[in-house]
Nanobody, 124 residues
């Protein structure tokens, strides 16, 4: 069993930066792909970014490319999402997820463990 806990959310202004963290526990996730998703009120849970087991490969939603960076520190069992130049449309609850094995794709079904989320609010 894997537990995931997100932190780092908050209220910021457009153009600001935030770094989200996802601490994993229960068992190592160094053999799992990891991902970040987000869900705005009344909308579906959308893919933001994914990263491979050792952090060599990553992929991003088009809406965040060039602004967000996903990274991981397997020694610390932590995954990060650095978010720069935030926009009001980035406002959402952000969820961390552990992939089914090596998966780090864009489909929620590719992940089998989820955190409870952290709220990011970007004001204009």
């Amino acid at each position: 069993q894997v537990q995931l806990r997100e932190s780092g959310g908050g209220l910021v202004q457009a153009g600001d930066s935030l770094r989200l963290s996802c601490a994993t526990s229960g068992r190592t996730t160094s053999n799992n792909g990891m991902g970040w998703f987000r869900q705005a009120p009344g909308k579906t849970r959308d893919f933001v970014a994914g990263i491979s087991m050792r952090g060599l490969y990553s992929n991003y939603a088009d809406s965040v490319k060039g602004r967000f960076t996903i990274s991981r520190d397997n020694a610390q069992n932590t995954v990060y999402l650095q978010m720069n130049n935030l926009k009001p449309e980035d406002t959402a609850v952000y969820f961390c997820a552990a992939g089914r094995g090596a998966s780090f794709g864009a489909e929620p079904s590719q992940y089998n463990y989820w955190g409870r989320g952290t709220l990011v609010t970007v004001s204009s």
